[in-house]
Structure formats: structure tokens, C-alpha cells
């Protein structure tokens, strides 16, 4: 699990810090500080049915999708991501983003975060921060109390995953691991 201070950088110029985790928090947040490169690509469009999330823009622009509708924020502005809001966002300007990030309750986001963010940082991932299929696959059954797609229908997505996630944890993927989410490789 994450402590705070510790921090990935993908192979594209973002960087993320965790700042509060569920471990010091009791499970209460995950806090993380990230920064975007200058128009860095759309993430899946996505949802979290039982959290909430809250960003304050600290430097650039931010461009976010909630439920189709656009929205832009800037240096000093916030806002907050109810449960079961379909959302995606970026950096939308010509220099980095910054912002800071508030995931209650903090359930396995941190580890979510650092199996993401450590693909990424290792070159597993695209620009968008997406690993491989089946590695998708694996981490969208392990994540699903936290984290949905928006499409395909969430019935389709756990048939995917009941069928392709054998296949995927037969192939080496792991919905986390320990590379990524301790140093000393307890889980």
C-alpha cells in the first residue's frame, strides 16, 4: 500500500503524489496531488458507484466530461464527482495541469492508482494510461467494487470478465502488484 510521499511518473510527463492514503486516513480518503502533460489524452469514460471525488486545479486547465456535458476549470476552481457519474477528464491547455485529487471513501483506489499509474511508468500502457486487453480485464474484475466503465453495459463487463480473466491471470496479469504497491512487496 502506498505511503504518503510516494509518487509515479508515466513515460508521457505525468506525475502523481500521494499525499493522504487509506492507511492514514482509516480508509476515510485517498488524497494524491497529479499532474497532466499539455493536452494529455481522455481516459475511458467511467464511473465509481459508492465514492466521491473532488478536484481543486492548481495550475492549467482542465477539460471534464460529466455524463456528456463539458466542462472546463482552471487555476483555484473545484469540483466534485458524485457516485455513479459517468466522467472523464485531461489537460486541455498548452502546459501541464496540476491538481489535486480527493477519492472518499478510499477503498482499493490507491491500489488501483498504483497498479495504473505503474504500468504507465513502465511503458505497459498507452498514452491514456490503458495497458493491454486482457491486463484490462484483470484489473477491471479486481477494481469493480471501485471502478466501471461506462460502456460497455456492465453486464457485458462482468462476462468479459468472468471469461477473459481466467485467461488473463493464466497469461501472468495481476490486478495489482507488488512492484507497484510496496516496496518491500506485501500486499
Request: net charge negative; charged share 20%; with cysteine.
Amino acid at each position: 500500500m502506498a505511503n504518503p510521499g510516494d509518487e509515479f511518473r508515466d513515460q508521457e510527463g505525468g506525475h502523481l503524489v500521494f499525499r493522504e492514503t487509506s492507511g492514514s486516513t482509516d480508509g476515510e480518503l485517498l488524497e494524491v496531488q497529479v499532474t497532466y502533460p499539455p493536452r494529455s489524452s481522455l481516459p475511458p469514460v467511467h464511473y465509481h458507484p459508492s465514492q466521491e471525488e473532488t478536484f481543486q486545479v492548481q495550475s492549467g486547465l482542465i477539460r471534464a466530461l460529466f455524463n456528456g456535458k463539458e466542462h472546463v476549470y482552471q487555476e483555484g476552481d473545484v469540483f466534485v464527482v458524485p457516485p455513479w457519474t459517468h466522467h472523464q477528464m485531461h489537460s486541455n491547455g498548452e502546459e501541464p495541469s496540476t491538481f489535486i485529487w480527493q477519492t472518499r471513501p478510499a477503498m482499493k483506489t490507491e491500489v488501483f492508482f498504483e497498479t495504473i499509474w505503474g504500468l504507465a511508468q513502465d511503458g505497459k500502457a498507452n498514452r491514456g494510461g490503458v495497458a493491454g486487453l486482457l491486463q484490462m480485464i484483470v484489473i477491471g474484475q479486481e477494481y469493480r467494487d471501485v471502478f466501471w466503465l461506462a460502456k460497455p453495459p456492465v453486464i457485458i463487463q462482468r462476462i468479459l470478465f468472468a471469461i477473459l480473466a481466467p485467461i488473463g491471470k493464466l497469461a501472468g496479469y495481476r490486478g495489482s502488484c507488488p512492484k507497484y504497491s510496496d516496496a518491500k512487496g506485501e500486499q
